[in-house]
């Protein structure tokens, strides 16, 4: 079964930094896509980030591009979400999610998310 | 950014209705449209892509159609489980958006 157990998350204050960890098990990582979405409390859901298998290739959101990065260690089946200079309005529950064989920019499986909390 | 609208933002139906969802691009994107599962406190769920594969797994109840601007989602015969909010996605352009939202109650 495909499996993404994520981790990182926590309560952290304005100007801060936190990096969001997702584990994967269950496919071929190294040949997958991956992607970084968030949703702040009632609200809708927003993308984040991506990154290619190979890590060569990156896109990020213009609310968090300069602060945010994407990265990934294929031997070890994990993605990372280095995020710096947090904002109150980065609060949210990020969802890692594996790309789908088919297309790169298509979502398939979604990890649990972890609760980021930008805070005083 | 492409902007998705989905209507209506919430409905409310009888078991064994048949229910349709609309969501619209602000601008064309193909069939590069995907629809999501979400319960409450839950991860979503994939549920289709390319605005009309049904995603491994996901009952044949679900059914996507539509390209360009205009899509749809029409769950055939309304059942408990499927209470839940449904949310459609754009992926023909980066930065990928997501519609507001549909709330699908029980009556």
């Known amino acids: 079964d495909v499996q993404l157990g994520q981790s990182g998350g926590g309560l952290v204050q304005p100007g801060g930094s936190l990096r969001l960890s997702c584990s994967a098990s269950?496919?071929?990582?190294?040949?997958?896509?991956m992607h970084w979405v968030r949703q702040a409390p009632g609200k809708r859901l927003e993308y984040v980030s991506t990154i290619s298998s190979n890590g060569g290739l990156t896109y990020y959101a213009d609310s968090v591009k300069g602060r945010f990065t994407i990265s990934r260690d294929n031997s070890k089946r994990m993605l990372f979400l280095q995020m710096n200079s947090l904002r109150r309005e980065d609060t949210a529950v990020y969802y890692c999610?594996?790309?789908?064989?088919?297309?790169?920019?298509?979502?398939?499986?979604w990890g649990q998310g972890t609760m980021v909390t930008v805070s005083s | 950014d492409v902007q998705m609208t989905q209507s209506p933002s919430s409905l409310s139906a009888s078991v064994g209705d048949r229910v349709t969802i609309s969501c619209r691009a602000s601008?064309?994107?193909?069939?590069?449209l995907a629809w999501f599962q979400q319960k409450p406190g839950r991860a979503p769920k994939s549920l289709i892509y390319?605005?009309?594969s049904l995603h491994s797994g996901v009952p044949s109840k679900f059914s996507g159609s539509g390209s360009g601007t205009h899509f749809t989602l029409t769950i055939s015969s309304l059942q408990p489980e499927d209470s839940a909010t449904y949310y459609c996605q754009q992926y023909n352009t980066y930065p990928l958006t997501f519609g507001g939202g549909t709330k699908v109650e029980i009556k």
């Open positions: 999610v594996k790309a789908h064989y088919s297309n790169f920019d298509a979502f398939d499986m």
């Open positions: 601008q064309g994107v193909g069939n590069y």
């Open positions: 390319a605005a009309s």
């Open positions: 269950g496919f071929t990582f190294d040949t997958s896509a």
